[in-house]
Nanobody, 122 residues
């Protein structure tokens, strides 16, 4: 059975950094992709970043380009999201999901983690 577990969330001051991890058990995403989404209070879930396992190609939402970096381990069992120069607008619950190829559409994702809270204080 496939499970995704996020970790690394917490409270950080504006301008600070956090690194999120998404550990995948029961699966490796060599020929799949991992996406990071976030949901702020009162808002819809939005795509943040995605990485394709077969070539490590990465994609970012405009709001995080230049500040966030997605990566994975060589075994393709863990995906990371390094978040720098954080802003109050980054406050949200962050989720990782498994899909076949990078997509901004939630419906294309077959598995999700439980989420990790990120709070940026201004």
């Amino acid at each position: 059975e496939v499970h995704l577990v996020e970790s690394g969330g917490g409270l950080v001051q504006a301008g600070g950094s956090l690194k999120l991890s998404c550990v995948i058990s029961g699966f490796t995403f060599d020929d799949h992709a991992i996406g990071w989404f976030r949901q702020a209070p009162g808002k819809e879930r939005e795509g943040v970043s995605c990485i394709n396992g077969h070539d490590n190609s990465a994609y970012y939402a405009d709001s995080v380009k230049g500040r966030f970096t997605i990566s994975s381990n060589n075994a393709k069992t863990t995906a990371y999201l390094q978040m720098n120069s954080m802003e109050s607008e980054d406050t949200a619950v962050y989720y990782c999901g498994l899909t076949y190829v990078c997509s901004w559409f939630e419906s294309s994702y077959t598995y999700w983690g439980q989420g990790t809270q990120v709070t940026v204080s201004s």
